[in-house]
């Protein structure tokens, strides 16, 4: 097994049972495999770190996972219907497909009125916190943080809404390299919703 190969191995325990991102999720990996500071070592890929997370649940989730999956899907929808005026996409785990209930809901929102979501939000009495992540290469975006109970599963899920710049929306559908979406629409995500209900 190759050095990248164990880092992702060792990355999909932390990420499905410790809920880190991809990157975290790497260099705590590595740190713990004794591989911090080699010279000339490169991180797994996303879709490598993907590949062993998916090996990870079907070795010990297989059982509680697509059941978590659903219920994290179907909220991301009911947020989605939500926030519908302002062209919602749900990305990462629950997109993906590989979310636990360890996971995050990931939401963009594409709008030319960067304000429109909280207003929104106010208006629904929900509460909220704001911040800011790092854009494309430009201004920092607006980040919108949510914690939602979610009696299905006994806990509370976050939920991040990333509003970015309508014009950001074409570079965000580029897939990745095998051809499959980054993120998905509400359509999309309902789509998944009823291929795993089916018989």
Known sequence: MSAQEEIAASAA?????H???YSAACRKAAEHLGLSGT????MPDHLVVEDAVREHLALFFADTQPQALRVLREMAATWMRRLQDHQP???GAVWRGTATENSP??????TDDPTGPELALIDQGVPFETGQRAGRGREPVPVIGLEVPCP????????EISVWPHDDLRGALKPDARGGSWRGTLQGLEQRLREASAP
């Open 13 to 17: 325990t932390w990420i499905v049972e």
């Open 19 to 21: 809920g880190l991102d």
């Open 39 to 42: 010279r000339g070592l490169t």
């Open 89 to 91: 996409y749900v990305g």
């Open 105 to 110: 809901i990931l939401l963009d929102l594409y």
């Open 152 to 159: 299905a599963l006994r806990t509370t899920i976050p939920i």
